[in-house]
């Protein structure tokens, strides 16, 4: 009864128009609510999670992806890769991967 209850309250929430993190927020306060959880676990645990070195990765991922959108590194690697290999069979295939690869290396990523 409780998960029908829930589906058709995110249904009309979001008929009305309402943001979709605000939706997300009040179930999961209703839920803990329903779960008997004491209010202060979550802000325990909230500060908890933000207090975390890995937290200040998010704000300056984003700044990074920001900084090589602005400077148009992009089209520039791209340019790159087709020069270097463009003009082998597959070329534009290649030229895909090699960019990729390159990118992964600028972010971090693995």
């Known amino acids: 009864m409780t998960t029908l209850l829930l589906i058709v309250l995110i249904a009309v929430l ?11 927020s009040g179930i999961a306060l209703l839920l803990f609510h329903l779960a008997e959880i ?3 676990a979550l802000i325990i645990e909230l500060y908890r999670l933000t207090s975390q ?3 200040l990765a ?5 700044f990074a992806g920001y ?3 602005e400077s148009q590194t992009p089209r520039r690697l791209v340019n ?6 463009g003009w082998l069979p597959a ?3 290649i030229v895909a991967l090699v960019s990729c690869a390159l990118f992964t290396a600028f972010t971090g990523a693995s």
């Open 58 to 62: 998010i704000p300056l991922f984003t």
């Open 67 to 69: 900084l090589l959108a």
């Open 91 to 93: 070329g534009l295939a």
């Open 80 to 85: 790159l890769s087709k020069a270097l290999i």
């Open 53 to 55: 070195p890995i937290f």
């Open 14 to 24: 979001t008929l009305f128009g309402t943001p979709l993190f605000v939706i997300i």
């Open 38 to 40: 004491d209010s202060s």
